[in-house]
């Protein structure tokens, strides 16, 4: 997404549906206060299968809603991601590309929104830095064998008072009625619960993302907040400050409220203010962290590792290693087989 020029979100993955996972992640600390930070949309992820009763979707929707067709291949996570930000621009600062392709096709029919996203240079160029190299086309044939399972991304968000499912594949939005900000995470969680109930009880194979304000950012306006409400009690209990921070209107409401406390209870606060400062330096530190590995995950995943492989094997067999690691191989195999077969007589027993 910041590829694209989006700002301030991240996406999350979520492990359950449950309440308690939900307002974790929708839940910071702030001074004494619990806030709340936006879920933008939620993706799903799950394997796709024909329906075998065609969905009700709209002919006839709120024209700002952007809805657009999959036109183009193993592109709908890239698709479901769009949906919520060309459909969030009230909270998402989704940068000029973005705002200007929204602009563009906003009165296209959903096919040619489509290809508007598609032919993005942009959008393609983002998507594309996530493709894995294949370094070998191995043909399949399923004509006697089984074909490989598909899997589809679609979005669940808000808009305009109406909960939405936005999937590239159908005609066109399914609405879900009436929502509110409040209550349209309980709404979607229905329906999703809904379509997992369609497959089999072996089927585990789901994913649920959710699209929310970046975390880092947040706990950078936390701590800036902080400091300036530290300045003041440093000020009012006469220690030397750190920093100098003059305008405190943004921190009106606090300064007010710790001007009628005493010296003692003054300081208990100061204490608490620099712990909570800690805290939110500590959030920081964690998410460079955790960006700094998914970009090492991503570099890894995409790294193309045949040369490499290739070299071990040619110094290997220079050093006539080859043959004595290539049997040892075999013999474990074997051994593992065996050891599987053993087991499972054993248990029919």
């Known amino acids: 997404m910041r590829q694209v020029g989006v700002k301030g979100v991240q996406v999350e993955e979520l492990i359950t549906l449950e309440d308690d996972e939900l307002n974790q ?73 973005l705002k200007n392709l929204r602009e563009f096709s906003l009165e296209m029919n959903a096919k040619d929104k489509g290809w508007a996203i598609g032919n993005s240079e942009v959008i393609r160029v983002a998507h594309n830095s996530f493709s894995r190299q294949e370094p070998f086309e191995i043909e399949q044939d399923v004509k006697g064998g089984k074909e490989e399972d598909a899997f589809h991304f679609i979005s669940y968000l808000p808009f305009n008072g109406q909960l939405y499912e936005l999937d590239g594949l159908q005609s066109g939005p399914i609405s879900f009625g009436p929502c509110t900000e409040e209550n349209w995470l309980s709404q979607a969680r229905e329906q999703i619960m809904k379509r997992i109930a369609k497959y089999e009880s072996s089927e585990i194979r789901f994913n649920l993302l959710a ?10 306006k936390e701590c800036n907040r902080l400091k300036l ?47 909570s400062i800690l805290n939110q330096e500590m959030k920081i530190q964690n998410e460079i962290e955790r960006n700094q590995r998914w970009k090492t995950e991503n570099e890894r995943r995409k790294h193309n590792y045949v040369p490499f492989v290739l070299e071990l094997l040619q110094q290997l067999a220079k050093k006539n290693m080859l043959e004595g690691l290539f049997k040892d191989a075999v013999e474990k195999k074997k051994k593992k087989q065996e050891e599987k077969k053993a087991s499972k007589t054993g248990g029919a027993k």
């Open 25 to 97: 992640i929708k839940q910071f600390t702030a001074q004494l206060q619990y806030h709340f930070r936006p879920i933008y949309g939620l993706i799903f992820l799950f394997k796709w299968i024909q329906e075998t009763e065609k969905r009700e979707t709209l002919v006839e929707y709120d024209p700002e809603l952007f809805f657009a067709n999959q036109v183009i291949n193993n592109a709908c996570a890239t698709q479901a991601i769009c949906s919520i930000l060309m459909n969030r621009t009230k909270d998402i600062e989704i940068g000029d590309e």
């Open 211 to 220: 699209v929310i304000a970046d975390k880092k950012d947040q706990a950078e």
């Open 229 to 275: 409400i530290r300045n003041f009690l440093m000020k009012q209990l006469g220690h030397e400050q750190d920093e100098i921070m003059e305008d405190l209107s943004s921190v009106k409401t606090e300064i007010d409220e710790l001007s009628k406390q005493n010296q003692e209870t003054m300081q208990a606060s100061l204490n608490e203010i620099n712990q």
